[in-house]
């Protein structure tokens, strides 16, 4: 979809879509409206519901407004990134971007959102005297369409920016040299030479941050102190950096930067979870408090699917045996408080079925959220997988049979051998253990 639409900007500045005689090109138009508009009718029909209503567009603080507000500000963002980089600007995370709550607040939004309009404007206007500028500009903010506006993505990522970048310096060099700006070849070469300069100069200094994967981990962590996502990434490379070189040090800081972390706004459980799994490969209990901000986290809100993954990995520490069975009503509260949370997502049900089965050893539990998983999701293949195994330990081998002859029935190009194998397994398994204790 993007490769027509930069084609169709393209074609916009440099004909403006008419034949030599200035008359439409009703040819050109019938292709564009062939692969932009019907695309586009078919993608907001499909979107409609899922990031996008009514409501969520008129209502000032709704999430996708705000969302629509913020990104105004990255847009400038990314061309500071492009034409000015700054070496403590260049970072993989960008979780810690403030968000606009209103055109004034920050009041940069609305300087952004005038900008924006400007640079649009700027282009339409000049189209005909300076094609490459207007085609560059357009393509800038067309390459930022999918991932800066409508879909609930992270506000900001490095690498949405490469083609983007293209458009911009195109931009950048019409105004320098290609369509007018400085007249003197003299002029040109030396500000072509101090960019150069300036451009090599900041990719070297990024590159040695990148030689290194727990060099690169601590300049963004200090780069951005407010980024959850960063002071996580850091004290994960700190537990590898422990683990390759068999000493403590790397760990204990870990734990330090864990510790700090875990109390940034918005941080997830994953703080408190890495450091309970940490403390417990070492034969430690986690303090009390670390239990309590992330039975509180949870409350406060429902579980994310970062979140949702360091339940598992919590399962795995008790199931596993490293965890201390004293803690494990900490883990049974968390569930608790998680689970009340309405519209409670069908991966945390499963999750908490293995919980059930794994931790706790209450199989009717985990029968009963693995079946609330397949009644809401019937094609979930993992659901129904652990459902059989759950409903074989319990000798209700009809039903079990039951479910495995419809996931064979579903077994296209043999994709689900995976799961039914080790299901038949369990299942001839199990059987014979009972008929030779019945014996």
């Known amino acids: 979809m993007m490769l027509p639409l930069y084609a169709a900007l393209a074609d916009f500045c440099v004909t403006g879509w008419r034949n030599r005689d200035g008359r439409a090109n009703k040819g050109v138009l019938g292709l564009y409206t062939t692969t932009l508009l019907l695309p586009l009718v078919v993608g907001i029909v499909w979107m409609w519901g899922r990031y996008l209503s009514l409501d969520r567009l008129v209502q000032p603080d709704s999430a996708l407004v705000q969302r629509l507000l913020t990104e105004s500000r990255v847009m400038f963002d990314y061309m500071a990134w492009t034409l000015l980089p700054n070496l403590d600007s260049l970072t993989l995370y960008h979780d810690d971007i403030p968000i606009s709550r209103g055109l004034l607040d920050p009041p940069t939004t609305l300087a952004s959102m005038l900008g924006i309009m400007g640079l649009l404007g700027a282009a339409v206007w000049q189209r005909h005297r300076r094609p490459l500028f207007a085609i560059g500009i357009l393509w800038f903010f067309a390459g ?144 009390g408090e670390v239990w309590e901000s992330l039975i509180s986290k949870l409350k406060a809100r429902g579980p994310d699917t970062n979140e949702v993954h360091a339940l598992v990995r919590l399962n795995h520490c008790f199931s596993n045996k490293e965890c201390k069975p004293e803690d494990l009503p900490m883990l049974a509260k968390g569930y608790e408080v998680a689970l009340s949370h309405p519209n409670t997502p069908s991966s945390l049900l499963a999750v908490h079925g293995e919980y059930a089965w794994h931790v706790i050893n209450d199989r009717k539990l985990a029968e009963r959220d693995y079946r609330e998983v397949l009644r809401r999701s019937p094609k979930e293949i993992e659901a129904a997988s652990n459902l059989i195994v759950v409903l074989i330990h319990q000798g209700k081998f009809e039903e079990a049979e039951a479910l495995i002859m419809d996931l064979e029935s579903r077994n296209h190009l043999s994709a689900l051998d995976g799961f039914l194998k080790p299901l038949h397994s369990t299942l001839e398994s199990v059987r014979k253990r009972q008929e030779t204790h019945d014996d």
Not at 175 to 184: A, D, Q, T
């Open 144 to 287: 930022h369409l999918l991932t800066g506006t409508i879909i609930p993505l992270i506000l900001a990522f490095e690498h949405r920016n490469y083609f983007p970048s293209a458009g911009l310096l195109l931009a950048a060099a019409s105004l320098v040299s290609l369509e007018g700006g400085l007249v003197r070849t003299q002029a040109r070469a030396v500000l072509v030479s101090v960019a150069c300069l300036f451009w090599g100069g900041t990719t070297w200094m990024r590159a040695q941050e990148w030689s290194d994967p727990l060099r690169l981990a601590q300049s963004d962590a200090i780069k951005r102190p407010q980024s959850s996502a960063a002071q996580y990434d850091f004290a994960q490379a700190l537990l590898l950096k422990s683990i390759e070189t068999q000493k403590s040090e790397p760990a204990n800081a870990a734990l330090r930067v864990l510790d700090q972390a875990r109390r940034l706004p918005g941080a997830g459980i994953h703080f408190e979870q890495s450091m309970i799994t940490l403390l417990a490969e070492s034969g430690y209990r986690a303090p």
